[in-house]
């Protein structure tokens, strides 16, 4: 994906856009054999393998090209890091896979001399505004500086060349409106330049288009309305604890980034699965998940300059990684079709009705959660998780066919909802913890908030070595105003997805300009977050600014817009916290804040995402200290295909339950 669909993936995977061009769609099974072919180049490419940097190379390039810090307490724009060189191969892999027109095996000659005859096109008259020649190098060394300068320099609709492609970056929210909304049947993903597909994510939501898009999308809906959303708040709480009475339960240094992947892995391979990645087969689902994960991980944080039909060992081992959590994703759709279909007691052939007591005490058994280093935490039983409402969904609404999803696309969007749900909430929840402890007393409020709410909670530990953990559940959410504010502060000032891309799918005028049919515009968040025309103190980290009368942005010349706005915008489709649906709605207040997309192409996780991160914000503030490193500067943003930060290595501190009698309610408490 490009920086431009942040979500979709985290690995520069081939442009899908030039995959398609001129191509029927392929089959689970052809997927599959390509993914094969590429297993079996590994030998013969093995021999070129050359080492690669490790994470520490990676930590200490980074943390040492750091000079500056953040001036005030307040200020959170440190400028973005220094590239370094691995930054500067990704992001330039990016570009250079929209002219090698990378397929997932062969390179299409068609689509090589289709990118040709692009990169020489005649840029067209009417073509907006731009920074002359080719900007491709420039945006790759460091694209968040590149669209602030670009901004400044040329304005809010800006032409520009970048790898030969035309591109225009925006960030005008009527624009953005426009694009994004009011006419996003003239926008598709398909084609947009930089956006990548991967073979992990397939043809699902995230990359699909036109009716195939809009089935998908209505047999997914109902998974992420309110009720279901809901009942996944069980599978956070659990992965919470889980780190808070695990890793996080003595003081410690935690590179949180690492922790809160784990953590998002776990919570949504639950959300998805339910108990059959928890139960007997867990350790073969997890280990093919976790597999999978870790080469698409690699792919976006080294320098990952190939793409994915390469025949190099990398590509190979997450061809072959991908493949095996196929067979697993597979395997459990089958059996979980038939367990469907079959009542309990015949599944597992016990016939003799005398025995079904006995299954369904096992069954109950095997609902209670082991919680490491800790007390006892009887999760609540749970509903059904969403591989039952996928395969649930019929496509009855209207202009439904009626029928289900095939096994190839809840593949698919199985995949796609792992893919497009885990680091995006990853990297939300490490930004939400390093300005917890950049801001103690942001991070006492929130503590208060949820004690106030939940509780003390439950135990774990003796007298006044005991911590308490209090466990929100779905409810309690919208309960949490502060911390809730804190979740959306922490996306305005870094949204996981920073720019998000589209297509012109013909001919069209955007912005007063002409544009031709494949033309990629660029929605650039970050941009429209930080813009000090429509924010006070654009760059403060201000939670409050989210619960004064009239929400944010406060510009009087916003306000007005934003009224006009919310009458006819679409309502995301999924269900957020109450004053995060006000805030998420079309483009946002005054039309500047969109960390989930707009309109009908609008993040299907919205909802789920926003109690994820009010959950664990709650839980984590009220559990533990974060203090950031002494002579360490605060976390700078990375912009790679998302916006991650580069270091957030925090010094975590348990609040004993002595310590928190000593300084009260929501008090820091010093334990050491
Ligand atoms: C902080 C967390 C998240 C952020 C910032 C985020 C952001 C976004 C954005 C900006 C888009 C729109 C992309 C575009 O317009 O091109 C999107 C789409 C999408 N997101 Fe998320 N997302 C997050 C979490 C999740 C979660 C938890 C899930 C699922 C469990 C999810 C699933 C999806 C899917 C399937 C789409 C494609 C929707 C479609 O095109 O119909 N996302 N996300």
Redesign the pocket.
């Known amino acids: 994906m490009s920086a431009a ?3 979709a993936s985290r690995g520069f995977a081939p442009s899908r856009a030039l995959r398609c061009r001129g191509r029927g769609e392929e089959t689970a099974a052809v997927a599959r054999s390509r993914r094969v072919a590429a297993r079996d180049l590994v030998a013969s490419s093995r021999r070129f393998e050359r080492p690669r940097a490790t994470a520490s190379d990676d930590a200490s390039t980074s943390s040492s090209s750091s000079s500056s810090s953040s001036s005030s307490s307040t200020s959170t724009a440190p400028p973005a890091p220094k590239p370094t060189p691995e930054d500067i191969a990704s992001v330039a892999a990016f570009f250079l896979e929209t002219t090698a027109a990378a397929t997932a095996s062969v390179p299409l000659v068609g689509d090589v001399a289709r990118a040709f005859a692009r990169a020489f096109e005649p840029t067209p008259a009417d073509f907006p505004p731009g920074p002359p020649g080719d900007a491709a190098v420039e945006l790759a060394a460091d694209p968040i500086a590149f669209i602030v300068k670009t901004q400044r320099e040329h304005g809010d609709v800006v032409g520009l060349r970048l790898a030969g492609e035309h591109v225009v970056l925006v960030s005008d929210p009527d624009v953005v409106r426009d694009v994004a909304i009011d006419r996003a049947d003239l926008f598709v ?1 398909e084609g947009t330049a930089f956006f990548p597909g991967s073979s992990l994510a397939g043809e699902g ?2 990359v699909s288009d036109g009716e195939k ?1 809009a089935r998908q ?1 209505r047999l997914s809906n109902p998974a992420f309305r309110a009720a279901a959303v809901d009942a996944y708040a069980t599978a956070m709480t659990r992965a919470g604890e889980r780190l808070l009475r695990g890793p996080w339960s003595a003081r410690t240094i935690r590179d949180a980034y690492a922790d809160f992947n784990d953590l998002t892995l776990e919570i ?1 391979a639950d959300a998805l699965f339910g108990a059959d990645v928890r139960g007997a087969r867990a350790k073969e689902i997890n280990a093919a998940i976790a597999e999978a994960f870790e080469f698409f991980g690699k792919r976006s944080s080294s320098g990952f300059i190939v793409p994915e039909w390469a025949p190099t060992p990398e590509n190979a081992g997450y061809a072959a990684a991908v493949a095996r959590l196929d067979d697993a994703v597979y395997a459990l759709i089958a059996e979980r079709r038939a367990k469907r279909e079959k009542p309990r007691y015949e599944r597992l052939e016990l016939l003799d009705e005398d025995r079904e007591d006995e299954f369904v005490e096992e069954e109950e058994e095997e609902e209670e959660e082991e919680v490491p280093g800790g007390s006892s935490s009887t999760t609540p039983s749970r509903g059904p998780d969403l591989l039952d409402r996928l395969l649930d969904a019929r496509d009855d609404g209207d202009g439904g066919d009626g029928g289900g999803m095939t096994d190839a696309s809840l593949r698919d969007e199985l995949m ?2 792992m893919v ?2 885990q680091e ?2 990853a990297i ?1 929840l490490s930004w939400c913890c390093a300005l917890l402890a950049q801001h103690p007393e942001v991070a006492e409020r929130c503590a208060a908030e949820a004690r106030a709410v939940l509780g003390d909670g439950s135990g774990g530990g003796d007298g006044d070595d005991e911590i308490e953990i209090a466990s929100p559940t779905a409810e309690n959410v919208g309960e949490m105003k502060y911390v809730e504010a804190v979740v959306l502060e922490t ?1 305005r000032l870094y ?3 920073y720019m ?2 589209r297509c012109a799918a013909r001919d069209v005028v955007v912005g007063g300009h002409s544009l031709r049919k494949g033309t990629t515009i660029l929605i650039a968040p970050y941009l429209l977050h930080r813009d000090a025309r429509r924010w006070d103190d654009p760059d403060a980290f201000d939670p409050e600014r989210w619960l004064r009368p009239g929400g944010a942005p406060k510009k009087s010349e916003s306000e007005s817009e934003s009224e006009s706005e919310s009458a006819t915008d679409d309502r995301p489709m999924t269900d957020a916290p109450p004053m995060a649906k006000g805030a998420l709605r079309g483009t946002g207040p005054g039309g500047v804040y969109l ?3 707009a309109g009908p ?5 919205t909802g ?2 926003m109690m ?2 009010t959950i664990l914000v709650a839980m984590i503030a009220s559990t533990v200290d974060l203090k950031t490193l002494p002579g360490r500067a605060p976390p700078r943003p990375r912009a790679l295909i998302t916006l991650r930060p580069d270091n957030v290595e925090l010094d975590v501190i348990p609040k004993r339950r002595g310590a928190r009698a000593r300084t009260g309610v929501g008090g820091v408490a010093r334990s050491e």
């Open positions: 669909t942040a979500p993903k939501l995230l898009w999308r949504v796609t909802l497009a749900g995006t909430s939300l996306m949204p996981p997805a998000v891309g960390p989930f997309g192409r609008v993040c299907i996780g789920f995402a994820e991160a």
